[in-house]
């Protein structure tokens, strides 16, 4: 009997480990594709201004003109123009 219990026991430490080691890495990979994503809107941001010289006024613009590609149902999108010729205030957040 002790020696099922002490199994028992071992095998649910792994286990925790093994879920902390998961969730770890779920972390890290929306930590990069949110600064990835950052990264994608404020190069296209630039390449606007560059070409038509101005930065648009919403982040769609960057969508529909640019090939920006925001995953919407993952990641929420703060996109604040200030003036067109101020770059905008660009962050992006996981929903929870």
Do not use: T, W
Request: charged share 25%.
């Amino acid at each position: 009997m002790k020696k099922i219990l002490v199994s028992v026991g071992i095998s649910l430490i792994f286990m925790i480990l093994l879920l902390m080691g998961i969730n770890m890495i779920d972390d890290r990979y929306h930590k990069d594709a949110i600064e990835r994503l950052e990264d994608n809107i404020k190069k296209a941001a630039m390449n606007c201004y560059s070409i038509e010289g101005y930065y648009p006024n919403d982040v769609s613009y960057l969508e529909e003109k640019y090939g920006v590609v925001i995953d919407h149902q993952r990641y929420n999108v703060f996109y604040e123009a200030i003036a067109s010729n101020v770059f905008p205030d660009i962050k992006v957040f996981k929903k929870e």
